[in-house]
């Protein structure tokens, strides 16, 4: 029997979608959680029936809805504690922690992962264990009619002795400023409580300054006629001053950690767009 066109393409279609769904099925498949004994954590979520996440908010990754309607948190922190939850079929419990207690409710068995966002660090990583599906960075950013930052076609080319880059004294980027950018002239600003030395920019009196790329989105709608550097998507992209941002576990709990990566690894894409959602939707 001959087959139309039509009829071919269908056909066609149809076993390119048997394709995918077998492609999804492998890649499920490779992330199945520890058979029982491999793993003592696990094995305790289990028995006990709910994961143990300890829950701070921090945009974008982790935000607390105080609604009392739908999700009572949301982010790419919360998606991955789902499906970390999913794959275990357990229920996901959240424990308050503060600054002080996120890490230390990890060895003290209170938690058995911290899914407020935990930016990795060489001290952290003596006493836990990351996940990372993340990171912070910074972004330079200036008036657009500024030709010095306007013509600059990356962050190199701020490095001159005609450019000024304003900082706050004593702020996150103040050593990270003075190491990038040594040949340029460097305006140090007592901190007025705002994400950026932003004054200093308006009144022309600097070229340029540092933000973290996540309140630069916010910045640039309530501030209009601002640049960015790094350019390519609005910034978000920037790997200067980059920090690895992710969950956290104990020590010592290589089947558990390796798994909890692996999941988060086939998550990815799905995280990176929440995390855009949310990072576009700040204004």
Known sequence: MRLTVNRRCRIAAHCFALTLLAAAATGA?????PAPGASPRIDAIRKAGELRVGVLQNAPWLIENTTGQGEPWSGPAWLLANEYAKQLGVKLRTVPVSHETKVPVLAANQVDMTISPLGETPERLKVVDFVIYSATSVCMFGRADNAKLGKAASVDELNRPDVTIAYFTGGAEEAWVKERFPQAK???????GATAPVEEIMARRADAAPINRVPWVTLQHKVKGL???PKENNCQSSTEKASPVGLAV?????VYLNWLREVAKTQKPRLDADEARIVNGLQ
């Open 227 to 229: 640049a960015v550097l």
């Open 29 to 33: 498949s490779a992330q199945t959680a």
């Open 250 to 254: 104990d020590k010592n709990q290589t």
């Open 186 to 192: 460097l305006r140090a600003v007592a901190s007025s």
